[in-house]
């Protein structure tokens, strides 16, 4: 049985740092893509960001561009997010995802290309 588990969440200010990791087990790892997503409360769940399979690629929404860095260890089974100068609006649940191997660059942001999830792990960025 797969299993993802998210650890790394808490508080912060505005403009600190946190990491997040995800540590999968129970399936081949270096055959799935791993992504991160977000739900703030009273929002749908969002594409945060995605490594693929190949760890050759890293996609970034707009929002997290140039201050979230994701990595990926196959070695450990694990993903990181670096998360640097949060905002407020970074405020959400992180859950982690992973994906069977997918060509595709666009499946990537869509939450239906992911079968396995964590259970989420609370960030809160105060001003």
């Known amino acids: 049985q797969a299993q993802l588990v998210e650890s790394g969440g808490g508080s912060v200010q505005v403009g600190g740092s946190l990491r997040l990791s995800c540590a999968a087990s129970?399936?081949?790892?270096?055959?799935?893509?791993m992504g991160w997503f977000r739900q703030a409360p009273g929002k749908e769940r969002e594409f945060v960001v995605a490594?693929?399979?190949?760890?050759?690629?890293?996609y970034y929404s707009d929002s997290v561009k140039g201050r979230f860095t994701m990595s990926r260890d196959n070695a450990k089974n694990t993903v990181s997010l670096q998360m640097d100068s949060l905002k407020p609006e970074d405020t959400a649940v992180y859950y982690c995802?992973?994906?069977?191997?997918?060509?595709?660059?666009?499946?990537?942001?869509?939450?239906?290309?992911?079968?396995?999830w964590g259970q989420g792990t609370q960030v809160t960025v105060s001003s």
């Open positions: 129970g399936l081949t790892f270096s055959n799935y893509g």
């Open positions: 995802a992973a994906a069977w191997r997918t060509y595709s660059s666009a499946h990537y942001y869509d939450d239906r290309t992911y079968a396995y």
């Open positions: 490594v693929t399979w190949s760890g050759q690629h890293i």
